[in-house]
C-alpha cells in the first residue's frame, strides 16, 4: 500500500526508512509494521532480521513470564578509553536509543511452561558487544541456573568482545566459561541459541559451549572478523563462510531452526534435558507451540509464499565478517507484541546496524 | 593516569600524547621481537630437561603450540605454550605462532593428561592470535579456545601463566587462565590487536599505536588493571638481548610460585581461581532500573513526518529523536 508520491521526488525516498525497510535478501520493501508483526522475518523470502533484546523475549518466552533481573548493571570506563569519542558518550548514546543499560537482559520465565534461567543480546547496545556488564549477566544467570537447578538459554547477537573495556572484555570469556563449567559438572543444561551475528569472543566463549547448540537461519558465526582475516591471510573464502548452515556442516551447531520453530525446539528439547519438571507430557497432548494470532497468521501467510531460504545478502563474500557491519541493511526494529514480556523495561530499538557502527566487530576474541 | 588524562583531552598536550604513543608501540614492538626468547628457548634454559609431546589425536600437530613435559628446580610441570619461529622458515613452519584448533586441543590434552597426574602446569603466551583463517573456522577454532578456557577454570592442579611476548585476545586467553598471571615487562596483553582496533575504531591501521595507548595493553598496565598479578622486569635493552638472563629472572618467579601454589589445598586453589576471573570486570549496579526510554511517538507524529518532505529528502535515518532512530553510537566520520 505505499502512497502514491509527487513525482519531483527521487524514487528512493518514497519509502521513509522509519517505516519501510529494504530486504537485504530479496529487495522486497517491508513496511515496518508489518514486519515487526511477523517476528521480523521477510514474508516474501525468510530472511530473518535482527531481533531487539524485548522481542526475543516475546518470541521465546510465555506470556507475562519473565521477571528481569540484574536491570540495574552497567559499565564504568575502567581504561578512560577515547577513541573518536569517549566511552562514556558512546554507552549514554546506546542507553537513550535503546533504553537499555547494556547489550543483555536476563531473567527468568516459563519457555511452553518450562521455567528456564535465560539471557538474551541485544544488537542495537553497541553491536551486542560483550564487556563486564554483559559477563557478568551471563554468569549471573548461568550462577542462578546452577542454584535453583534451571535450565538456562542464552541468546547471542553480538559482534564479540567490547574493545572499549580492553582485556577486562577479554576476561568475561573467563568468567562466563568458567561459570558454564559449573553448570556442567552439575548437571544443569544449556541451550545455546545463536542470532545473527555471533561472533568474536562471544562465539568463542559461552555461545559455543551449549549443551545443544541451536542457530537462526543464515546467521553470521564466526571467530575472525574479516579485517582480522584480511590482515592476516590472503585467502579466498569459501561460499557460505561463517554462516548458521557452514557451522551446521560442520559440526558445531546441533539445528539451524527457523525462527517460529525456536520456541517449540527449545520447549522439545527441555522435556529430554529435563525430565520431570512437572510439564513431562507426551507431546501429543499439547500444541508443539502456543498460538499467538499474528504468529499464526503470519506464518500461515509465510507457508504460502514460498520460502526462498537464506540469499547471499552481504557484500563481501564473506558476509562482511564479523559483528556490525555484517548483514547489510536491516531497517530499525522494535519489538513485536507490546506487553507480552512484562517487566522487560519498555521499548526498545532492535539491531539496526548501518555502514558505520562499527563497535561490535567481532574482535577475534 | 597520564594516559587516562591524555586520551581525555586529545590535542591539549599534543607532544605528551605523542611520546606516550611512542613508548606503548616501542613495547609493542619488543613484545614483537624476532630475536625475543620463545616457549622452547626459555625452557631449554630454565629446566633440567624437557620432553616435548604432540598432536591433539584428533586431527594433527601443530607446530605453532608446544606442550610437554619439564622439570625445573625439581619440580615436575607440564608446559604448555605457542611457539613462534627464530626466522621466516621456522615461522612459516610454526605458522607465526598462531595456533589452529589442533593445536588448543593438542594443549587441552596435556592439561587434562597434567591434573590426572598431579603435575602442576607452566603455560607460556607469546601469539599474535588464533590463526584466523577458513581451516582453522571449519575444524572449530572458537570451541576449541572456549573449551580450553572452560577447562582451565576448573583443571584440580595449580596453573601459572606466562604471557612472554604479544597476548593476543582469546588465542592468548586459551592458554593463559590460571592461578597466578605473570607477563615479562615488554610482554603485551589486548583485546584485540592493535592494528585490528584501529582498523574498526579509527578506520585506519596507522592508528595503531593510537589504538595500543587507549586498550592500556603494557604489562604495567595490565597490572594496574588486575588481568595480571606480577611483572618480571627484563635485563638490559628486553628480553631479546640476553635470552639466559630473562630465563634466570622468569625461573626464580616460577619456582616461587610453584612452591607457594603447590601448598595451596585443591578445593582453595579452585575457588580462589574461580573468583579471580569472577571479580575482573568494572560495572556499577543501581537498585532503579530504567534509563529514560526512548521516547515514544503516537500515529500524529508519524503522519507528520509522512508529510514533511525535510524528512523524506535526508533519504536515511538517524534524523531526530524518533524511537526507531537510535542515534548512532558512533558518528559517521
Ligand atoms: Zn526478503
Redesign the interface.
Known sequence: MPIKLPSFRPRKDAYPPDLWTKCPSCSEMLFNKQLDKSDRICPTCGHHFRLSAEARLALLLDDRSFREEDAGLQSVDALGFVDQKPYPDRLAAAQMATGLRDAAVRGTGLIDGHPVAICVMDFGFMGGSMGAVVGEKVTRAAEQALADRLPLVIVSASGGARMQEGTLALMQLAKTCGALERLRAAGVPYISVMSDPTTGGVFASYAVLGDVNLAEPNALIGFAGARVQAGTIAQELPPGFQRAEFLFDHGFIDRVVHRRELRSEIALLLRYLVPGDGVDEPPESRPGFTIDPIGFLTSLAEKVVPDLGPLDDAPAPNGGGGGAEAGAANGSARSTRLGRPSTAPTRRAAGRPRATTVEGEATDG | ?V???L??R?GSTDDATHDAKSAMWNRVQLARNIRRPRTLDLLALMADDVVELHGDRAFGDDAAMACGFARIDGHRVAFIGQQKGADTEENIRRNFG?PHPEGYRKAMRVMELAERFGLPIVTFVDV???????E????????A???S???M??LRTPIIAVITGE?????A?AVA?GDVVIALENAV?????P???A????RS?DEAAT?AL????SADD?LA?G?IDRVVPEPGEGAHADHAETARRLRAVIVGELDRLGRIPLPELLDAR?RR??T???????????????S?RGLGD?LR??LD?A???T????SGP????????????
Open positions: 593516569m594516559d587516562r588524562l586520551g581525555r586529545p598462531m599474535p592470535g588464533a590463526h584466523p583463517g577458513p582453522s573456522e571449519e575444524r572449530g577454532i572458537a570451541e579456545i572456549a573449551r578456557i572452560g577447562l577454570s576448573r597476548g593476543g585476545s582469546g588465542g586467553l587462565v596483553y589486548s583485546v584485540i590487536s592494528e585490528g582496533c582498523a574498526i575504531l579509527w591501521a589504538a587507549a586498550m592500556r595493553m595490565q588493571l588481568v574461580y576471573y569472577r575482573l570486570g568494572a560495572y556499577t549496579e543501581t537498585a532503579t532500573p530504567p534509563v529514560p526510554p526512548p515514544s508519524r513526518d509522512l518532505p524528512r523524506w529528502l533519504g536515511k535515518t538517524g524518533s524511537r526507531r532512530d537510535e542515534p548512532a553510537a558512533r558518528e559517521e566520520e
